[in-house]
């Protein structure tokens, strides 16, 4: 594809469920990255792949977080027992390689709101 | 601890008129300082990367400048168009793993 795409778009859950969601990086990218966007707050780094290295996960909030990245290619975020804290953007991001100077491509987004 | 902050939280402008952003960073060491432009829905769009050793670097009517000693970043925005209204994110990397911190963000509104 031509950019990093996300899904859902939007997702409304009630507080206890699990969600699951899906990030698919530009092709031939080999680092993939989420963030969390809340409202009115900068991006806050949740977890890192690079290649067949076992991921970054210091930034994960709780253990209800995890996330995976099948093949090196498509990642899948998940919360588990979802909490209204948890609602927020969540944004999916790849580059060529990792490294500061690798520019990040950004999806559009998944919105989580937790009722 | 490793912070961006932006300046000023949200800003109202004309069409036509300019206007500057403000970032100023404690992040050590440092490694680069990109400006991202966020439309509403969408993700961030890097604008400009500057380097420590780089004070300054344009992209059409965007024009970022960076101060390595007092640790302080500017993107300004001349002749503003409707389509610039937008967030604009200032992220502030380190040399190693994915140390990259992101700033809050200005909101700008260009108005007709």
């Known amino acids: 594809g031509a950019g990093v795409s996300q899904s859902p778009s939007n997702k409304v859950t009630e507080k206890g469920k699990d969600v699951e969601l899906r990030c698919d990086p530009i092709?031939?990218?080999?680092?993939l990255y989420w963030y969390r966007q809340s409202l009115g707050q900068g991006l806050e780094f949740l977890i890192y792949?690079?290649?067949?290295?076992?991921?970054?996960k210091s930034g994960l909030p709780s253990d209800r977080f995890s996330a995976e990245r099948t093949g090196g290619s498509v990642s899948t975020l998940t919360i588990q027992r979802t909490q209204q804290e948890d609602s927020a953007v969540y944004l999916c991001?790849?580059?060529?390689?990792?490294?500061?100077?690798?520019?990040?491509?950004f999806g559009p987004g998944t919105r989580l709101t937790v009722l | 601890k490793n912070q961006v902050e932006q300046s000023p939280q949200s800003l109202i402008i004309l069409e036509g008129k300019n206007c500057t952003l403000q970032?100023?960073?404690?992040?050590?060491?440092?490694?680069?300082l990109r400006w991202y432009k966020q439309d509403t829905g969408r993700g961030p769009v890097s604008l400009t990367i500057?380097?420590?050793?780089?004070n300054t670097k344009s992209n059409g009517r965007y024009t970022a400048t960076l101060d390595a000693d007092t640790k302080q970043s500017s993107l300004h925005i001349t002749a503003s168009q409707l389509s610039d209204s937008a967030s604009y994110i200032c992220?502030?990397?380190?040399?190693?793993?994915?140390?990259?911190?992101f700033g809050p963000g200005t909101r700008l509104s260009v108005l007709p």
């Open positions: 991001a790849s580059s060529l390689a990792a490294g500061a100077y690798n520019e990040q491509f």
């Open positions: 092709s031939g990218h080999t680092a």
């Open positions: 792949f690079q290649g067949n290295s076992a991921p970054d």
């Open positions: 970032c100023n960073y404690t992040v050590s060491p440092f490694s680069n």
């Open positions: 500057m380097t420590f050793s780089e």
């Open positions: 992220v502030v990397s380190g040399p190693y793993g994915q140390n990259f911190v």
